[in-house]
């Protein structure tokens, strides 16, 4: 069983930055892919970014591309997402998500099997 917990979310201003973390309980967080999902409010929940197991390989939805970056430490057991230039439409719940197949580097909600209970970040203008 893998249970994950996210961290960082919180009211700032548009244009600031803000770094969440995501830090699993069980399971082989070294051999997941991982990914990051946010669900705004009356929206269905959208993909945000992934990140191989190794790191070697991310991907991000068109929004956040040269904002966002997804990073992890295998060492610490711990997925990042820092969020710079952030502005209001960036308001939601972010989700941690895991993919304990770790293969490949899904998008797709169904790609993930474990889920956190997510953080809410909201974005003043």
């Known amino acids: 069983q893998v249970q994950l917990v996210e961290s960082g979310g919180r009211l700032v201003q548009a244009g600031a930055s803000l770094r969440l973390s995501c830090a699993p309980s069980?399971?082989?967080?070294?051999?997941?892919?991982m990914g990051w999902f946010r669900q705004a409010p009356g929206k269905e929940r959208e993909f945000v970014a992934a990140?191989?197991?190794?790191?070697?390989?991310?991907r991000y939805t068109d929004s956040v591309k040269g904002r966002f970056t997804i990073s992890r430490d295998n060492a610490k057991k711990t997925m990042y997402l820092q969020m710079n230039s952030l502005k209001p439409e960036d308001t939601a719940v972010y989700y941690c998500?895991?993919?304990?197949?770790?293969?490949?580097?899904?998008?797709?909600?169904?790609?993930?099997?474990?889920w956190g209970q997510g953080t809410q970040v909201t974005v003043s203008s």
């Open positions: 069980g399971g082989t967080f070294g051999t997941y892919t």
């Open positions: 998500a895991a993919d304990t197949s770790g293969y490949g580097l899904g998008d797709r909600i169904g790609d993930f099997d474990y």
């Open positions: 990140i191989t197991w190794s790191g070697d390989r991310t």
